[in-house]
């Protein structure tokens, strides 16, 4: 079935671009994945390299719906790389890694659709 629209959300406010700009979303690859069964939720932990200047970050991402962890590695994502450390369980999430909502609201990877090197900025 396809579907042409997410579920419904409410829009949020508008931002000035200085806002969006302190939001540093940068582009990396997934170098190593594994289940992380200590999850509430079913999850993976990922290892992602941001290049030279982040460096290797880690993340934990409820993408077992659509991602088989063997798949992972080598794979490009985007995500947040300037929110603080955040632990979640035993596990310590550096980045916030970026995904939309299917129609049944689990998560697909946000990606570049072409191969674009590593620890690119979004703009």
């Not at 200085?18 to 069964?37: H, K, M, T, W």
């Amino acid at each position: 079935m396809h579907v042409d629209h997410a579920p419904a959300a409410p829009a949020a406010p508008t931002i000035d671009f200085a806002a969006f700009l302190a939001v540093d979303i940068r582009v990396g690859r997934i170098v190593a994945a594994e289940p992380y069964r200590e999850a509430r939720k079913p999850a993976f932990k990922l290892s992602i390299d941001f290049g030279p200047v982040i460096g290797i970050k880690r993340s934990k991402a409820q993408i077992t719906e659509h991602c088989a962890v063997e798949a992972l590695p080598g794979r490009l994502v985007a995500a947040v790389v300037n929110f603080p450390p955040r632990q979640i369980g035993k596990f310590m999430s550096e980045v916030l890694t970026l995904g939309f909502p299917d129609a049944d609201g689990a998560v697909v990877l946000f990606s570049p659709d072409q191969d674009v090197p590593i620890g690119g900025r979004l703009f």
